[in-house]
């Protein structure tokens, strides 16, 4: 699986946009982009996935650049309960016995 | 959704004993079990991965001995640390896999609310 890089931190204003940074340069044709988060000691949270277009659903928007060499994961409206550490993975998809393999991932808190 | 339940949320155990970790999928078949450990402050570290009905593979430096891992049905797996010592106390996650073309609804990996587990 391709290396991910994320910054190790990050603030966000409570109800402003987070704009989350990923650098996957050796990224393979066929390796999808995933993002998870971890809230204090809790099990990680499925957030988003894709592969070359952008994506959204009821947690987040998934921009992925055209070369697909780096993504933005966007919450657009942050709340205090958003605050974790959001991890972006790449790997293929499909097949049972691909593991994820976390990163250190970025910590965001959001600031009131 | 896909929901795992993992039990127990935290534990506290003396020196030498065995603890047991059960991971169960409610809603779906988890034909593969990840089971990950967490230190403080750093990132999850895949320990080993098993299929139903089938011997775990250990990740490298993983004592197999020491965490004897049972995935014998669809629906359990549990995690067993065997003669805990303090240096084991860390923060234990199982992730489930459903089968290919019955994914879960989040594509693929759901995880449990992990376990506590303090050695003293």
């Known amino acids: 699986d391709a290396k991910t890089t994320q910054p190790p931190s990050m603030d966000c204003a409570e109800g402003r946009a987070a704009n989350l940074p990923c650098n996957h340069s050796?990224?393979?044709?066929?390796?999808?982009v995933y993002w998870y988060r971890q809230i204090h000691s809790q099990g990680p949270q499925y957030i988003i996935h894709?592969?070359?277009n952008n994506e959204t659903n009821e947690m987040a928007s998934l921009i992925i650049t055209e070369d697909r060499k780096s993504s933005t994961l966007i919450l657009p409206h942050a709340t205090l309960r958003d605050t974790a550490v959001y991890y972006c993975i790449v790997r293929v998809s499909g097949g049972s016995n691909y593991k994820l393999t976390f990163g250190k991932g970025t910590l965001l808190t959001v600031n009131p | 959704g896909a929901v795992v339940s993992q039990h127990p949320s935290w534990v506290i155990c003396k020196s030498g004993t065995s603890v047991k970790i059960e991971c169960r999928s409610l809603d779906f078949q988890a034909t593969t079990m990840f089971w990950y450990r967490q230190f403080p402050k750093q990132s999850l570290m895949l320990m080993a991965t098993s299929n139903e009905g089938s011997k775990a593979t250990y990740e490298q430096g993983v004592e197999k001995d020491k965490f004897l891992i049972n995935h014998a049905s669809l629906t359990l797996s549990t995690l067993t640390v065997t003669s805990a010592h303090p240096e084991d106390s860390s923060f234990y996650i199982c992730?489930?896999?459903?089968?290919?073309?019955?994914?879960?609804?989040?594509?693929?990996?759901?995880f449990g609310s992990g376990t506590r587990l303090t050695v003293v």
């Open positions: 992730s489930a896999r459903g089968r290919a073309g019955r994914e879960t609804s989040n594509y693929g990996y759901t």
């Open positions: 894709g592969l070359k």
């Open positions: 050796t990224i393979s044709g066929n390796e999808y």
